[in-house]
């Protein structure tokens, strides 16, 4: 007898990515971001390259030749890397196994067919960090008279001052901040839903609780820190912009400084570690306050102390998903992309 409560492929993606990814796993606000835009992206091209209608597709159809061919077209046509390319891989391969386990038969074809793909090795690349003058003279850039130059010069303190990622300063609330006569200490809401404590200097924390003064927020424990200006909590790509901007002013007045292509935000917290380790702070003590899981993570920045001369650094988390900008606007009227993908 066949069960009549058998869902559909989109069905079944809708309560992976609503209920099963949040509520079951915990898996953070970003992975089920990324997640979507594989799973977008793959309704994208089975509508563009197939002629399939995602209101029209099975498991079934998503047979190995298929999906190699997807995984080939994120990398060509869509200019995706390597990294991001095994990312939505690993989307998938979650997502069938999920499938797997509530109807075997109906997404075994689905799952065998991706675990015959492999992931493809990507060659390691250079993150950049700043010595401490370029660091010095980054923080200097902002001009303080103007709102959003104030609120670029705490940011980019804070980041330095913390070696907080970008999306756990864009989170950080006035709540999360607690004042003492050495400085502050901070609640830092990290990956996995991980929260740790860490203390700043007390010039840190005096430029920190003069921008909130400024901003008289105070007294308004769940008012975010950092706000842009059309939104009351600062996105990432809010302080990437901050990033790319005072970075191309450094370059500029500094033409012998500077040397890499790109300095992301991620780049500070790499700083941050770099400079802590060569000035004697045990890696254990490190480990903690950057929120890694193992040791062997934060192994990645004692071998980069010690190569600052070089300016290498081993490959780290995958980027942010600028080659997938856009992504919505391509969508054809034939295709309409679920809302729970949005």
């Known amino acids: 007898m066949k ?10 993606l809708e309560s992976f990515v609503c209920t099963y990814l949040p509520d079951a796993i915990g ?7 990324s997640y979507k835009t594989a799973y977008r992206l793959l309704l994208v091209f089975m509508y563009e390259k197939k002629g399939i209608p995602a209101d029209a597709l099975t498991f ?15 990398e060509t046509e869509r200019r995706c890397s390597v990294s991001t390319k095994n990312q939505r891989l690993s989307a998938l391969l979650s997502f069938s196994e999920y499938a797997q386990n ?22 390691h690349k250079k993150r950049a960090v700043f010595t401490v003058e370029e660091v010095k003279i980054l923080l200097a850039l902002p001009n303080e008279r103007s709102k959003t130059g104030m609120r670029d010069k705490v940011l980019l303190c804070l980041m330095y001052a913390s070696g907080a990622r970008a999306q756990e300063i864009c ?16 609640n830092i809401k990290g990956k996995g839903g991980k929260t740790r404590r860490i203390r700043i200097s007390g010039t840190s924390a005096a430029i920190l609780n003069r921008y909130l003064e400024y901003r008289k927020i105070t007294g308004e424990p769940e008012r975010h820190v950092f706000s842009s200006q059309t939104n009351r909590q600062m ?6 912009a901050v990033f790319k901007k005072y970075v191309k002013m450094a370059k500029e007045s500094y033409p012998a400084l500077y040397p890499e292509d790109s300095y992301p935000p991620h780049s500070m917290r790499h700083s941050t570690a770099s400079h802590m380790l060569e000035a004697g702070v045990p890696i254990i003590v490190l480990k903690n306050f950057l929120g890694h899981s193992s040791l062997q993570t934060t192994q990645i920045y004692a071998e980069l102390s010690q190569n600052t001369m070089d300016r290498h650094l081993k490959e780290w988390n995958e980027k942010w998903f600028p080659e997938d900008a856009g992504l919505n606007r391509e969508h054809t009227l034939g295709n309409r992309i679920p809302e729970f993908l949005s």
């Open 3 to 12: 069960n009549k409560n058998r869902q559909g492929l989109l069905e079944m």
């Open 27 to 33: 898996a953070s606000p970003n992975t089920v971001t």
């Open 60 to 74: 079934k159809m998503l047979d190995y030749a298929t999906l190699s061919e997807f995984l080939s077209w994120i």
């Open 102 to 123: 509530r109807d075997f038969d109906a997404a075994c074809v689905f799952r065998s067919s991706l675990v015959k793909l492999p992931m493809k090795k990507a060659s």
């Open 171 to 186: 989170d950080l609330t006035v709540r999360d901040i607690r004042s003492d006569e050495k400085g502050a200490v901070l």
């Open 235 to 240: 996105s990432v790509s809010c302080v990437e």
